[in-house]
């Protein structure tokens, strides 16, 4: 792991992150889902104020992979947490520690800012991210049930007032 570099994005940085993201969609058998744009990610990632950050895993001069991320917050803790949003190493970097590097990094991130917890989400088929992730210590959390609100669905319940 002592080759691989960990680096802030940059506005550059973009049509790579995009890339990654529709490489990790196609994996997730969701490509058709993943239509983000360029100006989206570039507004979201660099605008005056983020709420949202990347990094950029290196080895030497290539991209190996990218993690996405966002800060949360726990009423109960009355702390944030860090909620990693997309974390994606490209087929050619996986078992190089890519992944455990982005992930460190993250968690390094999470304790340098007080936060309670560094948490994510995996697709319950995924057993080999499942496996990595379990190898060093993280649990699943099989006591919350995910919702979600989108698309139509979420237009129509914003517009009821009732």
Known sequence: MADL???PATPADVPLILQFIRELANYEKELDKA???PEQLHEALFCEHPTVFSVI???GSEAAGFALYFFNFSTWE???GLFLEDLYVTPAH???GAGKALLQHLA???VA????RFEWNVLDWNTPAIEFYEAFGAKPQSEWIGYRLSGDALAAF???AD
């Open 5 to 7: 570099n960990i680096r």
């Open 35 to 37: 239509v983000a744009t």
């Open 57 to 59: 895993c290196e080895r």
């Open 78 to 80: 009355g702390k944030h």
């Open 94 to 96: 996986r078992g190089s």
């Open 108 to 110: 390094r991130t999470a």
């Open 113 to 116: 800012r007080d936060c309670a």
């Open 158 to 160: 914003a517009g009821n």
